[in-house]
């Protein structure tokens, strides 16, 4: 098994387009590794740099000791599931798992051999003689790992091997996976552009834009201590409330309230004060260093709801800050809420930075 390491990794596409911009990142061996990030930041592109099937412009990739940035994808010991599994679809179950083996010389009889342990490992022993179309979503995805598998790579890539699935089999196929690799112990870097699943799933990830990394950490790390405001806007399957802000002889002004002040002594610069809908309770009486606004919306998300209250007043227009309250707390539309954040759990950002608030590690 083995770590991957990447060192000013670029990759230009031609017409100018920069995919992937200097990159420098470390997967520890054996580690669930996320790579989050919207669409078309490069997720895709670094895979594949990764896998050999891009030739990196610049920097190098390592894998284990080797250094394996000219080394072609087949002698890489890697094992990649596409973001549209690409089985082949004329080829049946046995035949698409044994592939990696046949393009590895591999004779006929050890590969089936070997397919068919891999098959009978992730519940697809019943299923060897049937084709791709045959097969339910939730099945393609398996046998696209099987696939992977099959040649026992130092390394998986998934490319957002869920994202064809319904919400209910995706579930079970996250747990899935996540067992398989505890149990495999492979290094495995799993794209995704789905916030919630990278923080369930995995042990450390990177936040990617723009061909870059933004952020690296534990998703505690990244969901308490957003590095930047981009991050901080990305994470969250609520968005972080994210109001601008002045510092003042009292504290700190955001929302038409007086807040105690995150981090005390920064003044200058341009201040966005952060707080996640979460982190605030709501009250339908008066309180103190507490947003004041208007009930605009409550939306039902289950057992809690999200409230979106309207800060302005007859002066000055308002900020909208969003409150998650419990089930049988929901405020009426067009009454009167007051939401205070939770002491240490609000954020501070300067020039889009982080400066302060839940500094401490975690
Ligand atoms: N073969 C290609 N030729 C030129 N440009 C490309 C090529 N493949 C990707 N790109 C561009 O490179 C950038 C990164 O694309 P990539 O597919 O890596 O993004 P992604 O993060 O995987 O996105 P998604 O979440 O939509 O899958 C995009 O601007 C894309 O348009
Ligand atoms: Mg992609």
């Known amino acids: 098994m083995a770590g991957i390491a990447l060192r000013g990794l670029t990759k230009d596409y031609p017409g100018g387009v920069r995919a992937v911009d200097g990159l420098d990142l470390d997967i520890a061996d054996g580690a669930f590794f996320a790579l989050l990030g919207p669409s078309g930041c490069g997720k895709t592109t670094l895979l594949r740099t990764v896998a050999g099937l891009e030739t990196a412009s610049a920097g190098t990739v390592r894998i284990g000791d080797a250094d394996v940035t ?44 070997a397919a068919g342990e891999v098959a009978a490992e992730l519940g697809l022993g019943t299923l060897l003689a049937r084709r791709p179309g ?3 979503g939730g099945q393609q995805q398996r046998v696209a790992l099987a696939r992977a598998m099959a040649a026992r790579p130092k390394v998986f890539l998934l490319d957002e091997p869920l994202s064809n699935l319904d919400a209910r089999l995706r579930l079970e196929a996250r747990t899935f996976l996540k067992r398989l690799q505890r149990e495999l112990g492979v ?3 799993f794209v995704t552009h789905d916030q919630a699943e990278a923080l369930a799933m995995a ?6 834009r723009d061909g870059r990394v933004e952020q690296v950490g534990t998703p505690a790390e990244v969901f308490r201590r957003p590095a930047n405001l981009f991050v901080a806007s990305f994470i969250g399957s609520t968005p972080m409330n994210l109001l601008p802000a002045r510092a003042t002889a009292e504290g700190i002004e955001a ?23 979460e982190y605030l309770d709501g009250s339908t009486e008066p309180v103190e260093g507490a947003f004041e606004g208007r009930v605009a919306v409550v939306e039902n998300l289950g057992s809690t709801s999200l409230v979106t209250i309207d ?52």
């Open 70 to 113: 000219r080394v072609p994808p087949g002698r890489r010991d890697v094992g990649m599931v596409f973001q549209d599994y690409a089985l082949f679809p004329h080829m049946t179950v046995a035949d698409n798992i044994a592939y990696p083996l046949r393009i590895k010389k591999v004779g006929r009889d050890e590969r089936h051999a």
């Open 134 to 136: 045959e097969l339910s």
């Open 187 to 189: 290094t495995t870097v």
């Open 203 to 208: 042990d450390r990830m990177a936040v990617m």
């Open 255 to 277: 929302g038409g309230a007086v807040l105690p002040h995150p981090a005390p002594g920064v003044t200058d610069g341009e201040l966005v004060y952060g707080v996640r809908p």
């Open 311 to 362: 800060t302005g007043r007859s002066d000055r227009a308002g900020e909208l800050v969003h409150v998650v309250v419990g089930e049988g707390e929901e405020p009426e539309p067009g009454t009167s809420l007051w939401a205070r954040p939770r002491p240490g759990r609000a954020l501070l950002f300067r020039d889009g930075e982080l400066v302060g608030g839940r500094l401490e590690k975690t």
